[in-house]
């Protein structure tokens, strides 16, 4: 009797089994979605000291353990190369500020031709910093003509922000010396005072800057809102009025400034299900990540869906109908 029932309990463990390994069977490798190929897959991120590059690591870390993937990040100039890497294949996915993303897909500004880009989700907002040293004599954008100051890497949205600000302030961008340098570079380059400041744009606390905020002490240059209003009308309307808060790289006051939402961007090819896939990770490691990159809290499936006018990939949409269900 006892024999019997352990026969018929064993049949049944190894039916439930099977059923299980046809179901992962169907889904593919890892669970994951029949569109991803056998090549290894790149994340275009950003420079090493910056948010993007941290976000971009831990995503492709999260891809890859989910859905037995190798994927990596890559480092790169910023939105406009990653805008053109995901457009040309080069990378599945990459980050993007809404203001160079509009521009893609419109083929304005720094795109000769719209781009086939679609967004994957809203993330968060970045901030436009003006960060020169705590003892420096410069005290507004004005104080910028005639000296020599990092206005971002070539092909970075950066660059795109800090010449759109600085039009609007009045400032000459050709009074003054951008030697165009990313993050890394600016950040090393004000340590050893080669330059008087520099332009960044990204999420806060960004990494690179709040190192360098522990051993020389900063300042943030204030963003007048007229500035800001005047830039968000004539371009794409992706700016917000914002402000620095208290207490950030160690300032002693907050700061007005300019804030512009960022996108996770693939190409508009990408299959339905490899973007379903990345939207599981994203979410679903969102805690584990924000360990990690504190700007990754802010994901919200309420909010990750407002990214005009860039327009959300179909595997997207149907992946948060698919949360609203």
Do not use: K
Not at 113 to 120: G, K, N, T
């Amino acid at each position: 009797m006892r024999r019997g029932m352990r026969q018929r309990m064993t049949r049944r463990l190894v039916a439930a089994a099977l059923v299980l390994v046809t179901a992962a069977l169907a889904t593919g490798c890892g669970g994951r979605s029949d569109g991803w190929g056998a090549e290894p897959t790149s994340i275009a991120g950003g420079g090493p000291d910056g948010v993007y590059f941290a976000y971009g690591t831990r995503l492709a870390e999260e891809l890859s353990a989910r859905f037995d993937l190798d994927v990596s990040a890559e480092q790169t100039a910023g939105s406009v190369d990653n805008l053109l890497r995901v457009a040309s294949g080069e990378s599945l996915l990459g980050f993007a500020q809404g203001d160079a993303a509009a521009d893609a897909v419109a083929g304005v500004g720094a795109f000769a031709e719209p781009l086939p880009v679609q967004a994957v989700a809203r993330l968060y907002d970045e901030y436009l910093h003006v960060v020169v040293r705590e003892d420096s004599d410069i005290d507004q954008l004005a104080d910028l003509t005639g000296r020599t100051v990092s206005l971002g890497a070539e092909n970075s949205g950066v660059n795109v922000i800090a010449s759109r600000v600085l039009d609007a302030a009045d400032v000459d961008v050709a009074s003054i010396d951008d030697p165009q340098l990313g993050l890394g570079d600016s950040i090393r380059a004000l340590e050893d005072s080669t330059i008087d400041g520099f332009f960044w744009v990204g999420g806060i606390p960004t990494p690179g800057i709040a190192e360098l905020a522990r051993t020389t002490p900063v300042r943030l240059l204030p963003i007048e809102q007229g500035w800001v209003a005047d830039v968000n009308e004539r371009y794409s309307h992706a700016y917000r009025q914002a402000d620095l808060p208290v207490g950030l790289y160690g300032i002693a006051e907050s700061e007005p400034t300019l804030a512009v939402p960022n996108y996770l961007v693939t190409a508009a090819d990408t299959p339905d299900g490899v973007v379903r896939d990345v939207l599981d990770a994203l979410f679903g490691a969102r805690t584990s990540i924000a360990h990690d990159v504190p700007v990754a809290a802010f994901l919200d499936r309420t909010q990750a869906i407002f990214t005009g006018p860039v327009p959300l990939h179909p595997g997207a949409v149907e992946y948060f109908r698919s949360q609203r269900d």
